[in-house]
């Protein structure tokens, strides 16, 4: 089954700082994965997604993700946090060939210090 | 505008009461879905529909019922055998397999 995996519920970064946010994933075939973004109480809103076109996708709001298929990963990086990035993250994997679910990450919530 | 609508925002329910929360999307998309979220917990899968008038039950789905009569709408009710129903519910859709979803803005639900 599938599975994802986000180390770190909670990430603390100064204003400028680089911003990683972890994300592994278990899969027995080429994903499709995804990186949402939540503000407090709203929805999710898809920062960016992979589909195997391009293993360095760029997404909205300055951030970009690397699918690293040696490491299982698709670590969420932008090279300089801003206070409105401030907000939760999911990483998100269609669950297997055939169906239309989504396997959700436990989500990393996101501090900007100023 | 396309998007997926979720209402109301906010809703009060006192305990025993069934209550149901509506989602309509204009995406034209033929799979919806909803989960739950609570604190740390991230989204898990409630119920989810590929076609209309076919759903398939989540990880989570006691306590529970859709239906989906129409393409664009999806509501999801809650009825007095859900233990915990106090939670944020959050409605998507998309246009198929391996395409992003798309998220409503969520209602959450408080039972007093």
């Known amino acids: 089954a599938q599975s994802v995996t986000q180390l770190g519920s909670h990430v603390s970064v100064s204003e400028g700082a680089l911003v990683l946010l972890r994300c592994n994933y278990s899969?027995?075939?080429?994903?499709?994965l995804f990186w949402y973004v939540q503000y407090p109480n709203q929805g999710l809103q898809l920062l960016l997604k992979y589909t195997s076109a391009a293993t360095l996708v760029k997404g909205i709001n300055g951030f970009e993700a690397e699918f690293k298929k040696s490491e299982t990963s698709f670590h969420l990086t932008k090279p300089s946090a801003h206070m409105s990035d401030a907000a939760e993250y999911f990483c998100?994997?269609?669950?297997?060939?055939?169906?239309?679910?989504?396997?959700f990450g436990t989500g990393t919530r996101l501090k900007v210090l100023a | 505008d396309g998007g997926i609508t979720q209402s109301p925002k906010y809703l009060f329910r006192k305990e025993g009461q069934n209550v149901t929360l509506s989602c309509e999307q204009n995406?034209?998309?033929?799979?919806m879905y909803w989960y739950r979220q609570d604190p740390g917990q991230g989204l898990r899968l409630i119920y989810y529909?590929?076609?209309?008038?076919?759903?398939q039950k989540g990880d989570i789905a006691e306590g529970y019922s859709v239906s989906r009569e129409k393409k664009e709408s999806f509501p999801l009710t809650v009825t007095s055998a859900q233990k915990n129903p106090t939670a944020f519910y959050l409605c998507?859709?998309?246009?198929?397999?391996?395409?992003?979803?798309?998220f409503g803005q969520g209602t959450r639900l408080t039972v007093v």
């Open positions: 998100a994997v269609t669950a297997a060939s055939g169906t239309y679910k989504y396997i």
């Open positions: 899969s027995s075939v080429p994903p499709y």
């Open positions: 995406l034209n998309h033929d799979a």
């Open positions: 529909s590929q076609i209309v008038n076919d759903f």
């Open positions: 998507a859709s998309s246009l198929g397999m391996n395409t992003e979803a798309f």
